[in-house]
């Protein structure tokens, strides 16, 4: 057997375990997933967690790429969907990682 060969296999593997159950992303998702990436380091800082991306900047990211008409509709949409499910998944994950105090 090709040794880069199962190298490159394992790595794949290795990538798909600690991908765990994350979900795949649709090719025609992909640029929505980029932007939403992209918006996350226009979140205010926060006293515990994290805050919300603020609709300026995604309004911001629109303009400066000249996204228009439906696209920039759904653009804001799917990036402030996707941003109120990361804050409550890492607001769930925040919870269940904190020390249980006893009564």
């Known amino acids: 057997m090709d040794m880069a060969?199962?190298?490159?296999d394992e790595a794949k593997a290795d990538a798909l375990e600690a991908l765990g159950d994350a979900p795949l992303i649709k090719p025609?998702?992909?640029?929505y997933w980029s932007v939403f990436n992209d918006l996350g380091?226009?979140?205010?800082p926060a006293f515990q967690g994290i805050?919300?991306?603020p609709f300026t900047a995604?309004?911001?990211?629109?303009d400066e790429y000249q996204v228009s008409g439906k696209m920039r509709?759904?653009?804001?949409?799917?990036t402030r969907n996707v941003d109120i499910a990361y804050?409550?998944?890492i607001a769930e994950k925040s919870l269940k990682s904190r020390p249980k105090t006893k009564p």
């Open 5 to 8: 060969r199962n190298g490159s």
């Open 58 to 62: 995604i309004r911001a990211y629109a």
């Open 87 to 89: 804050c409550a998944m």
């Open 28 to 31: 025609a998702s992909k640029w």
């Open 41 to 44: 380091s226009d979140r205010p």
């Open 73 to 78: 509709e759904a653009l804001i949409q799917v």
């Open 51 to 53: 805050s919300r991306i």
